[in-house]
């Protein structure tokens, strides 16, 4: 039989590791495993180990405590605080460079919408130079985060809901100039409704799931769902991280105007 091991890609949040094991260990065996971890980084206080893939529409982990007592934390990144429930919302660090790209996009003045907004890693810092930011999340925990780091980054200008962003969507009459759809297992189903409310010269930044490099599926869905409202659809693609062997993050810039 094959001896377990720690799967050397593991994440930090704050003061959380969150870890995954190849194969099968004893809690006694993992416990030694993470010890190195400790060492190396003396600022973690509690390990968590991921047991099973993320999955529905309030994207909630699976894990399970190794050490530690608490699964709340505050993360830092991009220059923002953000209070982090790892057991409650999904959080990925590994995101921070994407995020940053699309924060240094927007200009000042925008109207922003941020459809699985989470805790606001999008939506926070993009507030700072827009003149408002709409965020939507199902997850009644990472709305609450939301409100919670919206006090802790003195923000005044971000108006959230939480319930299904599709009906949600529909209900809003204004126009934005920029749309975050950060829901990759299924953000092109969500599409359709986030173009009708797109201004003239409006973004789209749409995440999605990838295998093998093969764009040309999503591609379709984004024009199909585009074309009835806009002329000129233009779609880069930009890497934003592999999730597994032969599964990457890409997310579709795609531009709008008449």
């Given amino acids: 039989m094959e001896k377990g091991r720690l799967n050397r890609g593991f994440d930090i949040i704050g003061d959380i590791a969150i870890v995954k094991f190849d194969g099968k260990l ?7 495993a993470v010890k190195e971890i400790l060492e190396r980084n003396k600022n973690i206080k509690n390990v968590f180990e991921k047991v099973g893939i993320t999955q529905g529409e309030e994207r909630i982990p699976k894990l399970r405590k190794l050490i530690g007592e608490t699964s709340l934390t505050i993360h830092k990144e991009n220059g923002f605080l953000f209070y982090v429930d790892v057991k409650k919302v999904y959080f990925s660090p590994r995101m921070g460079n994407e995020r940053l790209r699309i924060i240094k996009k927007v200009k000042e003045g925008e109207k922003v919408l941020d459809m699985f907004c989470g805790v606001g890693p999008f939506a926070i810092p993009i507030a700072k130079k ?48 920029r749309i975050i759809m950060n829901f990759p297992l299924y953000s092109y189903k ?48 930009h890497k934003a991280g592999e999730v597994a062997p032969f599964l990457e993050r890409i997310c579709f810039d795609i531009k709008l105007s008449q």
Avoid: M, P, R, W
């Fill in 26 to 32: 004893s809690k006694k065996e993992k416990l030694n």
């Fill in 130 to 177: 827009a003149s408002k930011v709409t965020a939507i999340d199902i997850n009644k925990n990472a709305i609450k985060l939301l409100k919670d780091n919206i006090k802790l980054n003195k923000i005044s200008n971000i108006e959230y809901y939480c319930g299904d962003s599709s009906k949600i969507v529909k209900g809003l009459k204004e126009k934005f100039d």
């Fill in 190 to 237: 969500f599409l359709k409704d986030a173009v009708k409310k797109c201004s003239d010269n409006s973004v789209i930044h749409l995440y999605s799931f990838i295998k093998n490099g093969d764009t040309d599926i999503i591609e379709d869905k984004i024009i199909k769902a585009c074309q009835k409202n806009f002329k000129k659809i233009k779609i880069e693609k």
